[in-house]
């Protein structure tokens, strides 16, 4: 059985933060999952990561943290694709979705580097331990590929196909729990970017 309120804060526990990816990749899992939409491509993620960040990191006025993309993500969607601070979610979701811009194309698909597999690293510290972050993510995907109970499993056939699929025990609880889930996930949020 799966304790499901322990693993989501183990996840986002202080020790596991370094960058505001985790909780911005899981409050996107928390609000798109259902039981018949389970599969994600990195660059989706990406895109609505994007989205639900760009108000703060626009209020924030900078950097989350000193190595956080988001910010520089805005500004470049700002800047290429006529956005403003106060567009609607489906206006940026719609242009970083939908930009032809190469530089912000890249710089969106960068998002999904590691945040897929760190999200899952805390799981598995000893069979990671003294590995690079090439072979951290190869475990990862073996690993989260391998156990019914993880909260998603990450394939990557193809360079341009990596996403992930959300467990369906999983997927269900996010369902039932979404209400509750969201406000939990926007509090970590709002503490993670106030401290930055």
């Known amino acids: 059985m799966i304790d499901f309120d322990?693993?989501?804060?183990?996840?986002?526990?202080?020790?596991?933060?370094?960058?505001?990816?985790?909780?911005?990749?899981?409050?996107?899992?928390?609000?798109?999952?259902?039981k018949d939409k389970r599969r994600f491509g990195f660059y989706e993620m990406a895109c609505?990561?994007?989205?639900?960040?760009?108000?703060?990191?626009?209020?924030?006025?900078r950097r989350i943290r000193s190595l956080d993309k988001l910010y520089d993500v805005a500004v470049l969607a700002i800047e290429k694709e006529d956005l403003m601070q106060s567009s609607r979610i489906s206006e940026v979701y719609d242009a970083v979705s939908e930009t032809r811009d190469k530089e912000l194309?890249?710089?969106?698909?960068?998002?999904?580097?590691?945040?897929?597999?760190?999200?899952?690293?805390?799981?598995?510290?000893?069979?990671?331990?003294?590995?690079?972050?090439?072979?951290?993510?190869?475990?990862?995907?073996?690993?989260?590929?391998?156990?019914?109970?993880?909260?998603?499993?990450?394939?990557?056939?193809f360079q341009e196909d990596k996403g992930i699929e959300v467990n369906l025990e999983w997927a269900a609880y996010i369902t039932v729990n979404r209400r509750r889930l969201i406000p939990w996930i926007d509090q970590k949020i709002d503490i993670f970017v106030r401290k930055g």
């Open 6 to 34: 322990t693993e989501l804060n183990e996840m986002v526990a202080d020790k596991n933060l370094m960058n505001s990816y985790k909780l911005y990749f899981l409050k996107v899992l928390i609000i798109n999952v259902s």
């Open 48 to 61: 609505w990561m994007c989205v639900y960040s760009f108000a703060d990191v626009c209020a924030l006025g």
């Open 105 to 157: 194309r890249r710089l969106i698909a960068s998002l999904c580097n590691y945040v897929p597999y760190r999200l899952l690293a805390y799981q598995w510290p000893q069979e990671l331990k003294g590995k690079t972050d090439p072979q951290k993510n190869q475990r990862i995907e073996e690993l989260s590929c391998s156990e019914n109970q993880c909260f998603y499993s990450v394939y990557s056939q």
